[in-house]
């Protein structure tokens, strides 16, 4: 019997707490060894005033906007908490990004009705505008540091947008010495990076020796934007999925592991 394709391999996950033993599972199936040490965690914005009192309208607008499952997440916790009937959303076209964040929607009870096939904010900004956003209003839920791509560029297409604070994601405190141990005791062979922020965080935590620290491994991100932040840092990505999914970058380090198709 032939070995799993990812057998041997020790990869660290830098996920949020909660959200990485989806990761952890799909690396495992494979062979690898997974090795989880949060680089972030998602906190509530530092007030909830601006996010309560757009879904106080939400049959207002006619677009809603939901880049991540965190957003879908912190959206319907507050639907939760009564701030408006979440069938005020029965007359809102739900716009998505990406399957993840389409299947958490589903965990409500609710589909999208826009997906753009391109997991980016790019693609949601391009198929909104083909059709004509003027005089529409749009709410979008975003992340504390999320880029003004979509709000900024829906605007000078004519729409009216809220992009309220749905969550902030933060340095996960305890992650320094774990990862500068592990790194020094060459104990990892991938650090895989999910965000932009978690490049950051990686960087910082690791200062001056990051570059020194991860000559020995493979650095894998999710996609083109993670990617970007790592360069910007001096860092070099050698895997990055052509789809944008923590399935498309388990795929992605099967083929980089295993470049003649064969995994024994």
Same mark, same amino acid.
């Given at each position: 019997?032939?070995? +799993?394709?990812?057998?041997?391999?020790?990869?660290?996950v830098t996920r949020a707490a909660h959200q990485a033993q989806s990761f952890v599972r799909l690396l495992e199936a494979q062979g690898a060894t997974a090795i989880t040490c949060p680089l972030i965690e998602i906190v509530a914005p530092a007030s909830w005033q601006r996010l309560d009192e757009a879904l106080a309208r939400l049959q207002d607008y006619d677009d809603l906007i939901l880049t991540s499952v965190?957003?879908?997440?912190?959206?319907?916790?507050? +639907?939760?908490?009564?701030?408006?009937?979440?069938?005020?959303?029965?007359?809102?076209?739900?716009?998505?990004?990406?399957?993840?964040? $389409?299947?958490? !929607?589903?965990?409500?009870?609710?589909?999208?009705?826009?997906?753009?096939?391109?997991?980016?904010?790019?693609?949601?900004?391009? $198929? !909104?505008? $083909?059709?004509?956003?003027?005089?529409?209003?749009?709410?979008?839920?975003?992340?504390?540091?999320?880029?003004?791509?979509?709000?900024?560029?829906?605007?000078?297409?004519?729409?009216?947008?809220?992009?309220?604070?749905?969550?902030?994601?933060?340095?996960?405190?305890?992650?320094?010495?774990?990862?500068?141990?592990?790194?020094?005791?060459?104990?990892?062979?991938?650090?895989?990076?999910?965000?932009?922020?978690? &490049?950051?965080?990686?960087?910082?935590?690791?200062?001056?020796?990051?570059?020194?620290?991860?000559?020995?491994?493979?650095?894998?991100?999710?996609?083109?934007?993670?990617? $970007?932040?790592? &360069?910007?840092?001096?860092?070099?990505?050698?895997?990055?999925?052509?789809?944008?999914? !923590?399935?498309?970058? &388990?795929?992605?380090?099967?083929?980089?592991?295993?470049?003649?198709?064969?995994?024994?």
């Amino acid at each position: 019997m032939s070995a +799993l394709p990812l057998t041997g391999k020790r990869i660290l996950v830098t996920r949020a707490a909660h959200q990485a033993q989806s990761f952890v599972r799909l690396l495992e199936a494979q062979g690898a060894t997974a090795i989880t040490c949060p680089l972030i965690e998602i906190v509530a914005p530092a007030s909830w005033q601006r996010l309560d009192e757009a879904l106080a309208r939400l049959q207002d607008y006619d677009d809603l906007i939901l880049t991540s499952v965190n957003a879908v997440d912190m959206v319907f916790s507050r +639907l939760g908490k009564g701030v408006v009937p979440q069938t005020a959303l029965d007359g809102v076209r739900l716009v998505c990004v990406g399957p993840k964040t $389409a299947k958490s !929607l589903q965990h409500y009870g609710y589909q999208p009705d826009l997906q753009p096939d391109e997991y980016r904010a790019e693609a949601v900004v391009a $198929a !909104l505008t $083909a059709e004509g956003v003027r005089g529409r209003k749009v709410l979008y839920p975003r992340a504390e540091l999320a880029r003004d791509l979509i709000p900024s560029s829906l605007t000078q297409a004519g729409a009216e947008v809220d992009d309220p604070i749905a969550y902030r994601t933060l340095p996960a405190k305890g992650s320094a010495l774990q990862i500068r141990g592990l790194l020094d005791d060459k104990a990892v062979d991938v650090v895989t990076f999910s965000s932009s922020s978690s &490049v950051d965080n990686f960087v910082d935590l690791l200062g001056d020796d990051v570059t020194l620290l991860t000559r020995h491994v493979v650095l894998a991100s999710i996609g083109p934007l993670t990617t $970007a932040t790592a &360069v910007k840092h001096g860092l070099a990505i050698e895997v990055e999925p052509a789809e944008y999914t !923590l399935d498309g970058l &388990v795929q992605a380090l099967i083929d980089y592991f295993n470049p003649s198709g064969h995994s024994g």
